[in-house]
Nanobody, 115 residues
Framework: QVQLVESGGGLVQPGGSLRLSCTAS????????VSWYRQAPGKDRELVAR????????VYADSVKGRFTISRDNAKNTLYLQMNSLKPEDTAVYYC????????WGQGTQVTVSS
């Protein structure tokens, strides 16, 4: 059974940090490009960051460059998103996504940035 399970979300004050994790099972994680997306209330889902399967090349949305870092540990089948200097506009449900010949999504984890 294919699963992507996100964790690490929560409530944090502006300027704070969170680390999201996404643990994969049921497919060859290391053979997939993986990404973090987010969706705020009333807005479309948007790409936050992506890391390729082999070279580990990364891509970031302009809004998070310099604040967020995506990484992966293929030995642990886990994707990470380190989020620093969080802003209220980062509030959203964060989803991990894996794609190769098929596309898989996690169920999402809520991140709320508020004082």
């Amino acid at each position: 059974q294919v699963q992507l399970v996100e964790s690490g979300g929560g409530l944090v004050q502006p300027g704070g940090s969170l680390r999201l994790s996404c643990t994969a099972s049921g497919f060859a994680f290391s053979s997939y490009g993986v990404s973090w997306y987010r969706q705020a209330p009333g807005k479309d889902r948007e790409l936050v960051a992506r890391i390729t399967k082999f070279s580990g090349s990364t891509v970031y949305a302009d809004s998070v460059k310099g604040r967020f870092t995506i990484s992966r540990d293929n030995a642990k089948n886990t994707l990470y998103l380190q989020m620093n200097s969080l802003k209220p506009e980062d509030t959203a449900v964060y989803y991990c996504e894996a794609d190769s010949n098929q596309v898989y999504w996690g169920q999402g984890t809520q991140v709320t940035v508020s004082s």
